[in-house]
């Protein structure tokens, strides 16, 4: 159990890692509209192209999103399920931090009744 908790851990760090950066979640952000190319997505990019592409490669290297060479244009392509990952944590963490507030205000209502009687 603790091994897939740490290989889990380890994979949403690289992820969060990933999405630290404000240019690579523009990426992402533009990806999740569809596929498009490297050249595309760093024209909007205030940066050298060899510059942008180290930010493409930390986003593939950890999973976030697919490149494809065809020819001479490099298409990019968002990992949807990678994301999830995300997604999964942070609905954990929703969910945790509503069942501690929930029983922080059972507490605080009992303690405010007890007071008042």
Not at 75 to 85: G, H, I, P, S, V
Not at 106 to 117: G, L, R, S
């Amino acid at each position: 159990m603790l091994s897939h908790m740490a290989q889990c851990s380890t994979g949403l760090d690289g992820v969060f890692l990933a999405l630290a950066d404000p240019t690579r979640r523009a990426v992402i952000h533009r990806l999740g509209r569809g596929p498009t190319s490297v050249g595309e997505l760093a024209r909007h990019a205030p940066m050298t192209l060899p510059s942008f592409m180290k930010h493409v490669r930390v986003l593939e290297s950890n999973g976030l999103i697919r490149t494809a060479k065809s020819g001479r244009v490099r298409t990019c392509e968002l990992n949807r399920q990678r994301l999830a990952l995300v997604a999964d944590w942070l609905e954990e963490q929703r969910s945790l931090w509503s069942d501690r507030t929930d029983r922080l205000e059972q507490f605080v209502t009992e303690f405010e009744e007890k007071t008042t009687t």
